[in-house]
């Protein structure tokens, strides 16, 4: 019953097929069930990160950027969980606008106390090197 009051409060702009389209549940449902044979074990995650992500920056997007929701739906969508509020916070501070976990952010989660290496800004990393956060599998959402 809580999909069709997100419906009827105006969310029926997040439909799959309108840009920037958004995943839908089937996508979900398809990250879950993916084979997960030869992959590492964090790598069956990134799927479903990346579908939180893009569920998360759509409703910031909607609300701060285009101003197409009222805050109402907005604290809504937070509240029942279609967005990450922590996430958007971040995303509100200079230097986070593209962070794309809050593991990659988080100083506990890696060897020496540093952040991920996708926050290393890509003009410091050798030419030529191809990296991949560990947490989420972003390939560096510091610019």
Known sequence: MGFLHVGQAGLQLLASSDPPTLASQSDGIT??????????????????FRIHHQKTRYIFDLFYKRKAISRELYEYCIKEGYADKNLIAKWKKQGYENLCCLRCIQTRDTNFGTNCICRVPKSKLEVGRIIECTHCGCRGCSG
């Open 31 to 48: 990250a879950e069930t993916e084979p997960h044979e030869g992959k590492r074990k964090v790598e069956s995650l990134w799927p479903i």
